[in-house]
């Protein structure tokens, strides 16, 4: 009886970590330019974008899973932050108002990137709600949407590495001035090296957030359990 208890605690935690399914947004093939408000009350436009990859974090104040996913782009940006941007922004129908949003930016002083409100509510075009994510190209349109899930660093790595490929030797050229090629060649190599480092496989598409990772663990000490017990009768 125990052990049948067991495992249905185990699948009822491991179906927590993964996100209903969602009608999803449809983010058409054009350059997503809109106004939006920043939380420090600056109405501006994504075209300030342009000419870099931009993660758009379609979130709300109250979502669990954009919670988690904002633990992704804390990585990410550590990572990418010279080469990108990225934009945690309140979908128009989420309820929530600037100070909701400051709210969230206040979670992590790691919380570098722009978070902004879509008082517009251009998301209803396109039926994008809370914890979905797309990857914009340098021209703003969408190459990768995910709708309302937990997406992983390797996920989003594999997609910035191809869209930065080119452009990271670029960035060295025309940002640093020097005579000796030697040490712009040396630079440039470090960059391009650390952009495409060798991906971990994120088997079944989850993420590698603790919960998982804890689930995971769990369950496996469980069926150690479950086979010694087994052993001994």
């Known amino acids: 009886m125990k052990i049948k208890k067991?495992?249905?605690?185990?699948?009822?935690?491991?179906?927590?970590?993964?996100?209903?399914?969602?009608?999803?947004?449809?983010?058409g093939t054009g350059s997503h330019i809109f106004d939006f408000t920043l939380i420090?009350?600056?109405?501006?436009?994504?075209?300030?974008?342009?000419?870099?990859?931009?993660?758009?974090?379609?979130?709300?104040?109250?979502?669990?899973v954009?919670?988690?996913?904002?633990?992704?782009?804390?990585?990410?940006w550590q990572l990418y932050q010279l080469n990108i941007s990225i934009l945690t922004i309140s979908y128009g129908d989420s309820g929530d108002d600037l100070d909701d949003v400051k709210g969230v930016k206040e979670r992590s002083i790691q919380y570098k990137w722009d978070f902004g409100f879509d008082d517009t509510n251009y998301a209803a075009g396109?039926?994008?709600?809370?914890?979905?994510?797309?990857?914009?190209?340098?021209?703003?349109?969408?190459?990768?949407?995910?709708?309302?899930t937990?997406?992983?660093?390797?996920?989003?790595?594999s997609i910035l590495n191809d869209l930065l490929g080119v452009v990271s030797t670029t960035i060295i050229e025309t940002t640093i001035t020097s005579d000796d090629e030697t040490f712009v060649s040396s630079i440039t190599s470090v960059i391009s090296d650390h952009i495409t480092e060798s991906e971990e496989v994120n088997f079944i598409g989850l993420?590698?957030?603790?919960?998982?990772?804890?689930?995971?663990?769990?369950?496996?000490?469980?069926?150690?359990?479950f086979a010694i017990i087994r052993f001994k009768k």
């Open 150 to 157: 937990f997406v992983s660093k390797s996920q989003i790595k």
């Open 6 to 27: 067991f495992w249905f605690v185990s699948f009822i935690l491991l179906i927590n970590l993964v996100p209903a399914p969602s009608t999803g947004s449809t983010p």
């Open 40 to 64: 420090s009350g600056e109405s501006v436009n994504t075209a300030r974008y342009l000419g870099e990859p931009l993660i758009l974090d379609w979130s709300a104040s109250w979502c669990d």
């Open 126 to 148: 396109y039926d994008a709600k809370n914890a979905d994510v797309w990857i914009l190209d340098q021209e703003l349109k969408v190459v990768q949407s995910w709708d309302y």
């Open 207 to 225: 993420p590698d957030n603790p919960l998982f990772i804890a689930t995971i663990a769990f369950l496996g000490l469980g069926i150690a359990v």
């Open 66 to 76: 954009c919670e988690v996913n904002l633990e992704t782009f804390k990585g990410i």
